[in-house]
C-alpha cells in the first residue's frame, strides 16, 4: 500500500500563488503515476492534474490548463502542483492520488482510476 501525505493548502487572495506539496511512503514510488483532484462543497471530485510515472507528460483539467504545473520528484518521493494566478472559483480541498502505472503515457484522468488516496488540504482564495 501507499501512504499520501498533502501539504502547502491555505489562504490566498485572488491572482496569488500556492505550491502544493504530496509526500508518498510505503512503496516504489517511482513506478506510480500520481494526479491532483479537487473538491468543493456541494460538488464531485474534480481532475485537476496529473503525471505520468517517469515525468515525461503531463495532463491538465480545462479549467487550470496555462496556470497549474504539475511536477515529481522521484528521488525525494514527492509530486507537486503549482498554482499561479488563482481565481476563487479554484477554492476547494485538494487531494492527492496515486495508481500503479501499467504504461509510460497513460494516465488516468477520473477518481475511480486511483487506487490511494491523501487525506486533502483546503485551498481557499479570497476575491
Known amino acids: 500500500q501507499v501512504q499520501l501525505v498533502e501539504s502547502g493548502g491555505g489562504l490566498v487572495q485572488a491572482g496569488g500563488s500556492l505550491r502544493l506539496s504530496c509526500a508518498a511512503s510505503?512503496?516504489?514510488?517511482?513506478?506510480?503515476?500520481m494526479g491532483w483532484f479537487r473538491q468543493a462543497p456541494g460538488k464531485e471530485r474534480e481532475f485537476v492534474a496529473a503525471?505520468?510515472?517517469?515525468?515525461?507528460?503531463?495532463y491538465y483539467g480545462d479549467s487550470v490548463k496555462g496556470r497549474f504545473t504539475i511536477s515529481r520528484d522521484n528521488a525525494k518521493h514527492t509530486v507537486s502542483l503549482q498554482m499561479n494566478s488563482l481565481k476563487p472559483d479554484d477554492t476547494a480541498v485538494y487531494y492527492c492520488?496515486?495508481?500503479?502505472?501499467?504504461?509510460?503515457?497513460?494516465?488516468?484522468?477520473?477518481?475511480?482510476?486511483?487506487?490511494?488516496w491523501g487525506q486533502g488540504t483546503q485551498v481557499t482564495v479570497s476575491s
Open positions: 510505503g512503496r516504489t514510488f517511482t513506478s506510480y503515476a
Open positions: 492520488a496515486a495508481v500503479k502505472a501499467l504504461a509510460k503515457v497513460v494516465v488516468p484522468t477520473t477518481p475511480g482510476g486511483y487506487d490511494y
Open positions: 503525471i505520468t510515472w517517469s515525468g515525461g507528460f503531463t
